[in-house]
């Protein structure tokens, strides 16, 4: 450097000496987590997520760690999730990074997570101890043989097929709601992966599952039910449900999603949902095809809608995607605020078979569902 611009130089530090760099202001943890938290009940999961982080780099507690780890699942972003909750020791907050971790394709880190669990725990955790077995059996999942397979619903008001459990025909319900594949006691009698599920041409190895008994739906539908096949099979398989057409297409491949799809979000990690609008309010509802309503509302949801009967309110507008439903008969007392609880997420309530077997629903591994209806008016795409 020249010496009169090492003068001019050493001058302006000189004369900038008393000045001070401007800095942001510190961020209150304190503040950003409880702004984080009304983010999340406000249905506003990419603000949820941004406080929350902010609380974190701020030295935020558990709370931030749990806002943004449920905002990051819920916006399809299970990395952050697991980031977010790096380090943990809390049994509950482990279960739910084994849930993100599952949803990041990282099972066998979820399998230590999980051990790790459920070795703090003080009871034991149902879905941790049937998830441990079958991350064990499974820890690479889903290798599928064959490109396209399509089944006829059977006759029964809920979505059944007939499938190939190994070696054993049984006849499998389609539910959302659930996040792997069930498998009555009589089928399995403990939680692990099913070697070869037979789907007509399709055969898909190693499928995780756990047990639960199918008795009451089997008494419901007047039919030996053996099988659940859940949402994570069904977004896996790129499947679609055509209500109308009664039958189901499962491909090893997903078709383009096209516009008029609408984001699908696994809420904890495993809870199927879909944001929506009801009567022109922004919702959350968790999808469930082995549901035999419609609509079914928890209390809090119902309470602000008008038309209340004895047993139901009437929607005069529900908004999936790019469908509007009009004046849709909306159940209250089959949800209570359980249902949010357990969810964990601020959900109105949940749609069900009743309308949903009235549509075409393709499901997308990238975290999107197609909702189509010819009976029902097309609204503008949803963002």
């Given at each position: ?154 006759p029964f008001p809920l979505p059944v097929v007939s499938v190939r459990v190994d070696t054993v025909e049984t006849l499998a319900i389609l539910g ?55 949402a994570e099979l069904l977004l896996r398989l790129a499947a679609t449900l055509d209500g109308p057409g009664g039958r189901v ?135």
């Amino acid at each position: 450097m020249p010496l009169g611009l090492r003068a001019a130089w050493a001058a302006l530090l000189i004369a900038c000496g008393g000045a001070q760099v401007a800095r942001a202001p510190a961020v209150d943890p304190d503040v950003a987590t409880r702004r984080a938290a009304e983010a999340w009940a406000g249905l506003d999961p990419e603000a949820a997520l941004r406080e929350a982080e902010r609380a974190l780099e701020a030295g935020g507690g558990p709370d931030a760690r749990e806002i943004a780890a449920r905002a990051a699942l819920a916006l399809g972003r299970p990395e952050r999730a697991v980031r977010a909750l790096a380090g943990i020791e809390d049994e509950a907050l482990l279960r739910l990074r084994g849930a993100a971790q599952i949803a990041a394709g990282d099972r066998r880190g979820a399998l230590a997570t999980l051990e790790a669990a459920e070795r703090r725990a003080r009871a034991p955790d149902p879905w941790a101890g049937a998830m441990i077995p079958a991350l064990r059996a499974a820890p690479e999942p889903y290798a599928v043989e064959g490109a396209e397979a399509t089944l006829p619903l059977a006759p029964f008001p809920l979505p059944v097929v007939s499938v190939r459990v190994d070696t054993v025909e049984t006849l499998a319900i389609l539910g959302s709601g659930a996040h792997v594949a069930v498998l009555d006691p009589s089928i399995r009698n403990a939680p692990g992966a099913i070697d070869e599920l037979g789907l007509g041409a399709l055969r898909v190895r190693g499928v995780p599952h756990v047990v639960r008994s199918l008795e009451a739906i089997s008494a419901a539908l007047g039919a030996e039910i053996g099988m659940v096949i859940g949402a994570e099979l069904l977004l896996r398989l790129a499947a679609t449900l055509d209500g109308p057409g009664g039958r189901v297409t499962f491909r090893a491949s997903p078709p383009s999603s096209g516009e008029t799809s609408a984001p699908c979000m696994a809420l904890g990690g495993s809870f199927l949902a879909a944001p929506a609008t009801l009567d022109g309010r922004a919702a959350w509802l968790t999808l469930d095809t082995a549901g035999a309503y419609p609509l079914a509302l928890t209390p809090a949801a119902a309470e602000g809608l008008e038309g209340w009967r004895s047993d139901a309110v009437t929607v005069g507008a529900l908004r999936l995607g790019a469908l509007q439903v009009e004046d849709i008969p909306a159940l209250r007392g089959v949800l209570d605020e359980g249902h949010a609880r357990a969810v964990a997420a601020p959900v109105s309530g949940s749609v069900g078979w009743g309308l949903l077997g009235q549509l075409v629903l393709t499901f997308h591994p990238g975290g999107r569902i197609v909702f189509e209806g010819s009976r029902f008016e097309e609204a503008a795409p949803a963002p």
